[in-house]
Structures are given as structure tokens and as C-alpha cells.
């Protein structure tokens, strides 16, 4: 499901523990980390996606989690072409996302990775909220950038300080 423009909507999380750590997934056979995140199904809501998602990803149930926060607007990203499938080139630019705040009001352990048949990540970890994002794949970085200085502010967490870019030390 693409719009008019070529982007696919698609929710991101930023889950954050009781230190204000943030979760870390590790693409499995990949040497990149991300944030969970996925497609919006016909017919979903970006908050019921977020929680679909953030199941078949993590494995966490609403009941594990409460939501602090949304961006208010879709954050975007353009795909390079070598990563666009053959048959979706020239119509499929990139994903256009809802990022959420959310802290996990259960324990590490309800964390698991084998909760879908599809597994997605391979390692997890907590970090710094304001972790370099050199281990973000690069086209997302911009991305993550805005959003998790735009997500900031329900921690009160300071932006301002703060520099995310490339390598830089936390």
C-alpha cells in the first residue's frame, strides 16, 4: 500500500526503559541495529500497527508498555534504488512513518525475538538515548535523527545538547 507520492506508511518505536535507555535491535545476519518498525495494513490505525508490530518483532503485548508519546507528523525516507525490488521501481520511493514513544512497564524478560514465525532481529540491547547512530543503516539515520529529537521532549530529555550525528561521542 503505497501513496500517491510513493511511500509506504509504516510506524517506527522508540521503546525506552526506566533509565530512559532506548531498545536496540540487531537485523538478524546484519551488522546494523535499528528500532522496531513496520508496514501499516489496510484498515490499521498507526497505533494498532504499532502494537502488531511491536509484538511479531519483540514480542511485547500492550500490557508491557505505555505510550509517552507521537511524532505529529510522518517522518520520511527515500530508499535507494539498489534496495528497491525490481518490480516496485519507479512507483516505490520510501516509507513515511509514525514514530511512538513508549516505555516498557514490564521487565527485560518479557522481551523475545522469537515471537513470529518471521523472526527479525538476532541480539537486543539497551543504550544511551542519545547513541550515535552510526550503526543505523544510512538512508534511515536522517530519520531517526528527527525523531528522536522530536520524541525528546516527553522524557525531557534535552535536544539541544545533543548530537546525533555520525561517530559522535554520547
Given at each position: 500500500?503505497?501513496?500517491?507520492e ?55 503485548r ?15 525516507y ?41 523472526p ?51
Amino acid at each position: 500500500m503505497l501513496d500517491r507520492e510513493g511511500y509506504r506508511p509504516n510506524v517506527g518505536i522508540v521503546l525506552c526503559n526506566a533509565k530512559n535507555e532506548v531498545f536496540w535491535g540487531k537485523r538478524i545476519r546484519e551488522h546494523s541495529w535499528q528500532f522496531p518498525q513496520g508496514g501499516i495494513k489496510r484498515g490499521e490505525t498507526p497505533e494498532q500497527a504499532m502494537y502488531r508490530e511491536l509484538y511479531e518483532e519483540i514480542g511485547l503485548r500492550p500490557e508491557h508498555v505505555g505510550i509517552l508519546g507521537k511524532t505529529k507528523d510522518w517522518l520520511r525516507y527515500d530508499v535507494p534504488d539498489q534496495w528497491i525490488r525490481r518490480e516496485w521501481r519507479g512507483s516505490y520511493k520510501g516509507q513515511k512513518q509514525i514514530w511512538f514513544l513508549l516505555r516498557l512497564t514490564g521487565r527485560d524478560s518479557d522481551v523475545s525475538l522469537r515471537a513470529s514465525a518471521h523472526p527479525e532481529f538476532d541480539a537486543w540491547r539497551w543504550n544511551d538515548y542519545w547513541v550515535p547512530l552510526d550503526a543505523v543503516i544510512e538512508f534511515k539515520r536522517g530519520v531517526y535523527e528527527k525523531a528522536l529529537s522530536e520524541l525528546a521532549r516527553f522524557l525531557g530529555v534535552d535536544a539541544k545538547n545533543a548530537s546525533l550525528r555520525s561517530g559522535a561521542p554520547c
